[in-house]
């Protein structure tokens, strides 16, 4: 049997509500499944989203969403589907249901302009075969209270209200801009990390007027003081909201936060033994259109290469492809034969930055045939921090 892959219709309500209250909720139903009035994909409201169900003879076997949003890769915003809510229900699963709809996905944003795509995977592993890579390091730094550096909180710092997000826009906006993988605007919380949490009434405390940095927790009873969201637009900001977070968490045993992999606690004096950082739950990301992902980017350098992407899902991205690019602008055309070569995931991972494709050459993930080739395409695709702060 065939599932046929289509859009969510209002008679669907009830059978999707059960698969999402199976697979994420512990089989608590969603409150929205009788209100036909409220959105059923309640992990973010406001936003734009679309779901889908894999249909088998009338019944729905699964169901995912895709929210559009634009996302940054080196400082330029491109068109992003974030995949999420991919479940099957129990009785049809071994049928290849979630392979067809992550086909269906992957075509469907191809179709729409979507250049990229992001999702948090539960099985990382599932996800490459559809291309899907790991980018970038979520490093989450857990400090003992008693090793927290002393730091001066030398900018007033304030509460702001949850649900008020427009003082912290300035400061997430330059925050984003520095990284590939995030978002530069946002409709409130929806799609952060907030939205995978649990409890008490959060609490944002912002630092600086205008805010330079802020933090988002839930207090909770537990010894570890655990910030949701953390952002800084100056070193300053920085430095006053931890020394702010360290009055919050003195009486617990451990204050934990992430950062990028270049963010500032682990390239400064401050980290020393007795404190960790840990790699948890990896973003993946995954190019949907190669040569738009290419020809928006700018470049202060010259030059050409050619390269093949193999990508067995969209084979209008392989190519082969010459790319040629100058500070007047990149092209990429049509061309007989490719010296870079390259699995849409290694592109991915390359064209995000992070890994580099530097990195990806000296490993073997990557080959080519021509030195003058990888001088060119990492010149055009030098590495670059990539970090994301969207839950979906």
Same mark, same amino acid.
């Given at each position: 049997?065939?599932?046929?892959?289509?859009?969510?219709?209002?008679?669907?309500?009830?059978?999707?509500?059960?698969?999402?209250?199976?697979?994420?909720?512990?089989?608590?139903?969603?409150?929205?499944? +009788?209100?036909?009035?409220v959105r059923l994909d309640l992990r973010s409201? /406001?936003?734009?989203?679309?779901?889908?169900?894999?249909?088998?003879?009338?019944?729905?076997?699964?169901?995912?969403?895709? #929210?559009?949003?634009?996302?940054?890769?080196?400082?330029? =915003?491109?068109?992003?589907?974030?995949?999420?809510?991919?479940?099957?229900?129990?009785?049809?699963?071994?049928?290849?249901?979630?392979?067809?709809?992550?086909?269906?996905?992957?075509? @469907?944003?191809?179709?729409?302009? /979507?250049?990229?795509?992001? $999702? @948090?995977?539960?099985? /990382?592993? &599932?996800?490459?075969? #559809?291309?899907?890579?790991?980018?970038?390091?979520?490093?989450?730094?857990?400090?003992?209270?008693?090793?927290?550096?002393?730091?001066?909180?030398?900018?007033?710092?304030?509460?702001?209200?949850? +649900?008020?997000?427009?003082?912290?826009?300035?400061?997430?906006?330059? &925050?984003?801009?520095?990284?590939?993988?995030?978002?530069? %605007?946002?409709?409130?919380?929806?799609?952060?990390?907030?939205?995978?949490?649990?409890?008490?009434?959060? &609490?944002? #405390?912002?630092?600086?007027?205008?805010?330079?940095?802020?933090? !988002?927790?839930?207090?909770?009873?537990?010894?570890? =003081?655990?910030?949701?969201?953390?952002?800084?637009?100056?070193?300053?900001? *920085? /430095? %006053?909201? =931890?020394a702010t977070l360290a009055g919050v968490g003195?009486?617990?045993?451990?204050?934990?936060?992430?950062?990028?992999?270049?963010?500032p606690f682990l390239s400064s004096k401050w980290?020393?033994?007795?404190?960790?950082?840990?790699?948890?739950?990896?973003?993946?990301?995954?190019?949907?259109?190669?040569?738009?992902? !290419?020809?928006?980017?700018?470049?202060?350098?010259?030059?050409? &290469?050619?390269?093949?992407?193999?990508?067995?899902?969209?084979?209008?991205?392989?190519?082969?492809?010459?790319?040629?690019?100058?500070?007047?602008?990149?092209?990429?055309?049509?061309?007989?034969?490719?010296?870079?070569? $390259?699995?849409?995931?290694?592109?991915?991972?390359?064209?995000?930055?992070?890994?580099? $494709?530097?990195? =990806?050459?000296?490993?073997?993930?990557?080959?080519?045939?021509?030195?003058?080739?990888?001088?060119?395409?990492?010149?055009?695709?030098?590495?670059?921090?990539?970090?994301? !702060?969207? *839950?979906?």
């Open positions: 049997m065939t599932a046929l892959i289509r859009e969510y219709r209002e008679n669907d309500r009830r059978q999707v509500g059960m698969i999402w209250s199976a697979a994420f909720d512990a089989g608590q139903p969603n409150p929205n499944v +009788d209100n036909p009035d409201p /406001e936003e734009d989203a679309q779901v889908f169900v894999a249909d088998e003879d009338g019944l729905v076997a699964g169901a995912f969403q895709i #929210f559009y949003t634009p996302m940054t890769c080196r400082g330029v =915003l491109f068109k992003c589907g974030g995949v999420s809510g991919v479940a099957v229900t129990p009785a049809a699963r071994k049928r290849h249901i979630g392979s067809a709809m992550m086909t269906h996905a992957i075509k @469907h944003m191809h179709g729409t302009g /979507e250049t990229m795509s992001n $999702l @948090h995977a539960a099985h /990382e592993i &599932f996800y490459r075969r #559809f291309g899907w890579e790991c980018c970038g390091r979520d490093v989450r730094v857990t400090c003992p209270v008693p090793l927290f550096p002393k730091m001066d909180c030398s900018l007033p710092v304030r509460q702001i209200e949850v +649900d008020d997000w427009t003082p912290l826009d300035a400061a997430y906006e330059k &925050f984003s801009y520095r990284y590939s993988g995030m978002r530069t %605007s946002r409709k409130g919380f929806g799609l952060s990390r907030l939205t995978q949490t649990s409890g008490t009434p959060p &609490f944002v #405390f912002a630092a600086g007027d205008p805010v330079e940095a802020y933090a !988002l927790l839930r207090l909770t009873r537990n010894d570890d =003081l655990d910030v949701i969201e953390f952002v800084w637009a100056t070193l300053e900001g *920085y /430095e %006053s909201m =931890l003195i009486n617990r045993q451990t204050i934990t936060w992430a950062e990028p992999s270049n963010g980290f020393t033994r007795g404190m960790t950082a840990r790699l948890p739950n990896p973003s993946m990301f995954r190019v949907i259109n190669v040569p738009d992902s !290419l020809t928006r980017l700018s470049s202060t350098e010259s030059g050409s &290469f050619t390269m093949v992407v193999d990508d067995e899902i969209l084979p209008s991205n392989r190519g082969p492809w010459r790319v040629s690019f100058s500070p007047e602008g990149i092209r990429v055309q049509p061309t007989d034969n490719g010296d870079l070569h $390259l699995d849409i995931r290694q592109y991915t991972q390359a064209w995000l930055g992070e890994p580099s $494709l530097e990195n =990806l050459l000296e490993h073997g993930f990557v080959s080519c045939s021509s030195a003058e080739a990888v001088k060119a395409a990492t010149a055009l695709l030098p590495p670059k921090t990539t970090y994301t !702060l969207e *839950y979906y």
